[in-house]
């Protein structure tokens, strides 16, 4: 998925109404780059922002390696240039994505990804593109032009795909990359551009490390040159971001085993936790507490309790608001595991509600506060049984550990598992240090 900041500087390539493909600003003062086949000998086209209507542009600059720049006569307000990467930055078998106008999806936007194949020694990117792969010539028409987007930044100008009798060889396209890319009328913006989504939250913490783990961090990463200075930081936090989970949690790995005393370390873990969970899984929860529902949620345990709830407050109309909760680490080991649950929740509850005693815990649960038992388990018919009985009214959310290179899953579950025997190993597995969880 595309940040809204970068989606809004792709543009659709017109000649009056006819689409003719794609291309993205990449300056300040309004220039557009496109594919010059795209526009062929016009000095002259039209070009759409998203949904308004189209403003004219005129020719800056064309060149035979088949590049085209575009001066738009008006420019959107909230519209900001596409950020520029480095081709050096480009390792094989990272991710990219773009939007484009192709007729796979019938002249109007949509979103293309894949990863990259390689960097050749002329500057060209070798691309795999999933949308592509059994596709025709005629489909892709259109996807010229479209900037290669990967960690948030445009590294190349898509300009071809490879074909054998009108159908595309297993989804191969191919990018100019932007370093090629040389106007002698005219400059590209600066490399960077505005910080994405989360960008900050990574960054902040890996300015703290020293050289030598950003190092470590920077090929965890898969950043082919890192190069130390004031940039990155700023490059190793997006390609976390941007590459996907697998990446932020090699990362997350490297720098544990590293330093595990680190506190920067716990700064990126929270950070991570913040990627695995989906706008759809708050609002779940969300939806669950205000049912007063028995919930599961399949993430990465104790430590994300308090960033679920956040997240759920924020997923409603009215916003954040207080919201009692605990969490609870029973003993898998202790007999019966229900009692051991119920135990560990009636002290939790006693803490986070003030309650002197037993009574005044049921008490304060049963008047309707808004309680939340986060239990480290997975979920149990015997356990859900007990803590409905001991506790009416309490939302129980079940949390049961999965891998870190799957984002966090949400289900309801009307009717809870029974235990077994591998349900007790885990359940003390799961009680174990966040960073021993790490893959």
């Not at 990467?85 to 979103?111: E, M």
């Not at 290669?148 to 191919?174: H, P, S």
């Amino acid at each position: 998925m595309i940040p809204a900041l970068l989606d809004r500087a792709i543009v659709e390539v017109l000649a009056d109404t006819t689409s003719l493909g794609t291309g993205f600003l990449v300056s300040q003062d309004g220039l557009v780059l496109t594919a010059r086949h795209v526009v062929g000998v016009r000095d002259r086209i039209n070009v759409r922002f998203g949904a308004a209507a189209p403003v004219a542009a005129t020719l800056v600059e064309a060149d035979p390696g088949d590049w085209a720049l575009f001066r738009v006569t008006a420019r959107l307000a909230g519209v900001d240039p596409m950020p520029r990467g480095l081709v050096n930055d480009v390792a094989t078998d990272v991710l990219w994505y773009t939007a484009g106008h192709a007729n796979i999806r019938s002249g109007q936007r949509g979103g293309f990804h894949g990863v990259v194949r390689r960097v050749d020694p002329a500057g060209y990117l070798e691309l795999f593109c999933q949308e592509l792969v059994e596709r025709s010539y005629d489909d892709a028409r259109g996807l010229s032009g479209a900037p290669c987007i990967v960690d948030g930044e445009a590294v190349g100008l898509i300009v071809e795909v490879t074909y054998k009798n009108n159908q595309i060889v297993t989804g191969e396209a191919r990018a100019i990359a932007l370093d090629r890319i040389k106007p002698t009328r005219a400059a590209l913006g600066a490399a960077g551009g505005p910080r994405l989504p989360w960008e900050e939250v990574f960054t902040a913490p890996l300015q703290r490390a020293t050289a030598a783990e950003r190092q470590i961090a920077a090929f965890a990463a898969n950043l082919p040159n890192p190069i130390e200075g004031p940039r990155l930081p700023q490059q190793i936090a997006r390609r976390m971001i941007n590459q996907g989970v697998l990446v932020v949690a090699e990362v997350l790995r490297q720098l544990s085993e590293l330093h595990p005393q680190l506190d920067y370390v716990e700064s990126l873990i929270s950070a991570a936790e913040t990627l695995w969970v989906s706008g759809s899984a708050a609002e779940s929860l969300a939806n669950v507490m205000e049912k007063k529902a028995t919930g599961h949620l399949e993430t990465e345990l104790d430590w994300s309790a308090r960033h679920h709830l956040r997240r759920a407050f924020a997923s409603r109309e009215r916003g954040p608001r207080a919201w009692d909760h605990v969490v609870v680490s029973a003993d898998a080991r202790a007999e019966p595991f229900a009692d051991a649950v119920s135990e560990a929740t009636y002290q939790e509850l006693a803490k986070a509600l003030k309650a002197p005693d037993r009574i005044s815990v049921k008490r304060r649960v049963y008047a309707g506060r808004n309680v939340t038992a986060f239990v480290a388990s997975p979920p149990r018919a015997d356990v859900v049984e007990r803590l409905k009985k001991d506790f009416p009214g309490l939302l129980i959310v079940f949390m049961s550990r999965v891998q870190s290179s799957a984002p966090a899953r949400w289900a309801l579950e009307s009717v809870a598992p029974t235990a077994t025997e591998q349900d007790e190993q885990n359940a003390e597995i799961q009680n174990s240090d966040a960073r021993a969880r790490l893959p």
